[in-house]
């Protein structure tokens, strides 16, 4: 059975959450997923590659459903998140694909006061509304039952049954764009390749502009690692998870609110070096209580010119 696995990051200014958009078989369903209660009274409007615009209100932080619409590899997707004047309020990927006027219509239209004349009829409406944009989650990336029993005998003979982020990162290997990459990729990219896209050697202005939606990306969708934010003041960290439960960590490091430096590191032991040709630009922080590993070895790049250190002033 096919499965294909899209992932939008929404930005209001900032990342807010992010919609994964899944294929299997010929069904597809969504997971919305926003970092904090978002404010009442927003609707979503998405849009897969040719497919049909598919509009819902947004009723909570997290929200599973089913769109009629195909997906795949190669179809653009564009999300909006609309308030209830349908004004755009936040947006995410290829946003352009959206018919905005539509979606306003299709939202100004479900809003309509309840006239008493015609209170039956609207109330069959908005039913029939609920029904086609608030489908049962129990029948998520399902078409019946039949679809549901050859899904979860997909899930259990590829991977344990896991729920919200973790499912995200057990999933990741199956995304095309895939945020891990291979340790010896990480350190090859921080220290042989210079016009790499995540750990550039050379000097570049106003370098962490570059990779701003790449980093909100990261840190929207990958769990939290507390132990270094308990350890350096000021800073916040994700685990990305990228091969049977070996990960590496990101970091952003700020000051007075203005981010200075994003960090990389790799969990191990301090007598177990880096590779040669990584050595002066890493640097072994111990953690009491990280399962696994004595540490971290961990490398700076300066968020203004790019530049990598192994240690910051």
Known sequence: MSLIRKTVVISHDSAIGYITLIKVGSTVGAKLNFSEEPPKGLWLALKVGDGKQFLK???AQKEEFEIDSPLNESDLIGVAVLNKEGMPYASGGNKDIINFKSAKEE??????PK?????????EKVENLFLETEPNTSKVFAEDKE???????????????????E????????????VAVN????VAKATKTADSKIMPKLKIDNFYQTVRGRMEEIFTINPRETLLEELVPDSKWVKVFY?????????MLTNEGKITHIAYGVPGAESIKP?????????????????GAEGYHLMFQNADDGLIASKID
């Open 243 to 251: 091969d049977k439960g070996e990960y590496y960590v990101v970091g």
């Open 167 to 178: 499912e995200f990162v057990a999933n990741e290997k199956h995304e095309k764009e895939s």
């Open 107 to 112: 939202i100004s239209n479900a809003l309509l």
């Open 275 to 291: 590779p040669k040709e990584a050595e002066n630009f890493c640097d072994f922080l111990h953690i009491k209580g990280l399962e």
């Open 147 to 165: 679809s549901v029993t050859r899904t979860q005998e997909s899930v259990t003979e590829n991977q344990e049954p896991v729920t919200g982020k």
């Open 115 to 123: 006239a008493d004349n015609q209170e039956v009829q609207i109330e």
């Open 57 to 59: 209100e947004i009723t």
């Open 183 to 186: 340790k010896e990729d990480f």
